[in-house]
DNA sequence: ACAAATATACCTACTAATAGGTAGGTAAAC
DNA sequence: GTTTACCTACCTATTAGTAGGTATATTTGT
């Protein structure tokens, strides 16, 4: 991996375990024993930073549409839950409920980055619940965006809350989640 | 309402609007028109002044408590929500959502607060579901604990995610939470 | 093929601003 | 005369960010 993959991979990191205002360029150029200089040559400022770790995640979520595009709308759910997972067991929680976090400590650029990886997350959602709705697979009674908020509120949440109270409790609420869907 | 107070109510606005990591003493002391030696005055350290904050909410905790104790289950529910609604229409998010995602900046000090301040919360809730649904106003198939949590995970996601999407969402999850209670 | 030009990927050394925090002083109230 | 509620004046560490240098590749012109 190159040094400038390493700065996003580490950024992403840090902003996921300890948020965006409680990490510095210098955890990172101390990580990969670089001076500080050496990541603004690949990055000016840290909103450029969080910026291209938007990006990432954005061409990632394309990557998991593309992978998932096969499988049936149950398994699409249950993978989709799964990428939470993952991360949550090493203490990170996900980009967008960092992120959105600190939503009022960011420039306007970072918002509209930030906004289009969301809806882009919750159209995605929408579209997966609908289909699997009207082929029988899952059972609501409600708009399909709103249930899909509500989905992604609550693993946001679970990620968050679960930091404080018990790691286990994450997957509770996730098994819970896709038991209702399927009942 | 004496310095001290207004220091605690300060703390307590810009930790939920930006999070802990993105405030600092001199927010406070321009905002009050005081030096910055005067925080420290009334608190020694900024982990100090966030214990007092969370103490604070633990106490309006109580006081919430005392003043539904008398209300029907499903009163208290939406009284208990609607807390939660009040700040969010300010852009400020609940102390126990914005604090748990910078758990790990924290000192174990405050990490031992707020794991108190979540689980009088989550404690609450949970006796709250219980008394509803024996009484038959609510109606779920799980244990309450979990009823509870999947109910304050999704209201501390939605605060968040609302912050991205529209604060409107915030109010769509609301009632579908009470909805799926009481149906 | 070979030298010159240029781009890459760092570096040293610095800056201004801000952070949390401390030592010790003072004026007024109790 | 002690406590309260501030103050001035400072400190050290860290922050994001900049200016300009250098060694090593890579590309280009002849």
């Keep these: 991996m190159n040094t400038r993959d390493k700065i996003i991979l580490l950024g992403d990191n840090l902003i996921r375990k300890r948020g965006y205002n ?32 938007i ?65 882009n997350t919750l159209n995605w959602l929408t579209d997966t619940l609908k289909e699997g709705r009207q082929q029988g697979f899952f059972h609501y009674d409600m708009e399909d965006r709103k249930k899909a908020l509500i989905i992604i509120t609550n693993i946001l949440g679970a990620e968050q809350l679960s930091r404080v109270t018990d790691n286990y409790d994450f997957h509770k609420i996730k098994e819970a989640i896709i038991n209702d869907l399927i009942k």
């Excluded at 939503?103 to 650029?109: K, L, P, R, S, V």
């Design 22 to 53: 409680a990490f510095s360029f210098s955890d990172i150029s101390k990580e990969l024993n670089i001076k500080n200089a050496s990541i603004h040559y690949y990055f000016p400022t840290k909103t450029a930073l969080v910026i291209a770790i």
């Design 55 to 119: 990006q990432k995640h954005l061409i990632l979520l394309e990557k998991f549409k593309e992978k998932v595009s096969e499988k049936d709308s149950v398994q699409k759910i249950i993978k989709f839950l799964s990428v939470y997972s993952i991360t949550k067991s090493e203490g990170r929680i996900s980009i967008l409920g960092s992120l959105s976090n600190d939503y009022f400590t960011f420039t306007a650029e970072v918002q509209t980055e930030l906004k289009i990886l969301t809806n």
